[in-house]
């Protein structure tokens, strides 16, 4: 695990990523008493909204090593591409995932959280950060260069948290762009979120979610295939 151990050190030193991609998810978490308590679902949009913003940088690690040509090395070298990537987007997701404890605990401990809702937004919350992961990556291989990977992927960003409802309800969009945010993983999620908090954790529940993974599947393997360019 040499490569995940020098991913995460890379990420954790770059205040770029560093400040928005784990400072900020973290005040989010601790600040938001109210909003945890009363209208956790819209903490969640906005702890997500964080998260998918900040995922470009604590992914662009493989994009930096095959502009400078490292990727070549790791190529001809005796680590597999498989096990490259799958280190890589370990590192990239660490941090959210201690994010996800803390709000485990904080829910439990101080919002006032049952069980069954804690452990539902841990499993759509992780789900949704390794899906982002893997669309952080499938992205950066479509680019040369860091800048213009990251001033395009805001863009894409905001306008996937429109049409996925993380911005206003997609009951509000016209009929014709209320299911085109569907082959992105925060519409799901939103899905996923929503019958949790009504229903709890529901056959429903599982297949959202089951959706939002096999699309960050897809993501993942249009990334692999992109690598050498």
Not at 13 to 36: C, D, E, F, H, Q
């Amino acid at each position: 695990m040499i490569i995940f151990k020098y991913a995460l050190l890379r990420n954790l030193r770059s205040p770029a990523s560093y400040l928005p991609g784990v400072l900020v998810p973290i005040v989010v978490i601790i600040a938001l008493t109210n909003t945890w308590t009363f209208t956790p679902v819209a903490g969640l949009l906005s702890l997500v909204f964080f998260m998918l913003m900040s995922s470009v940088l604590l992914a662009s690690l493989v994009l930096e090593d095959r502009v400078d040509g490292s990727i070549i090395k790791i190529l001809i070298s005796p680590v597999r591409m498989a096990s490259y990537i799958f280190q890589n987007l370990l590192a990239a997701i660490i941090p959210s995932i201690m994010q996800i404890i803390l709000l485990g605990i904080l829910g439990l401990l101080r919002y006032n959280w049952t069980v069954e809702f804690t452990v539902g937004v841990a499993i759509a919350l992780f789900i949704f950060v390794l899906t982002t992961a893997t669309f952080a990556f499938c992205w950066n291989m479509f680019f040369r260069s860091k800048s213009s990977s990251r001033y395009s992927f805001l863009f894409a960003s905001a306008l996937i948290m429109l049409l996925s409802g993380l911005i206003i309800p997609i009951e509000m969009m016209p009929g014709f762009m209320q299911n085109v945010g569907a082959i992105f993983h925060p519409y799901w999620f939103t899905r996923a979120v929503a019958v949790l908090y009504s229903y709890g954790i529901t056959v429903q529940f599982w297949l959202y979610n089951i959706i939002a993974l096999f699309i960050g599947i897809g993501f993942l393997l249009v990334g692999s295939r992109r690598r050498r360019m």
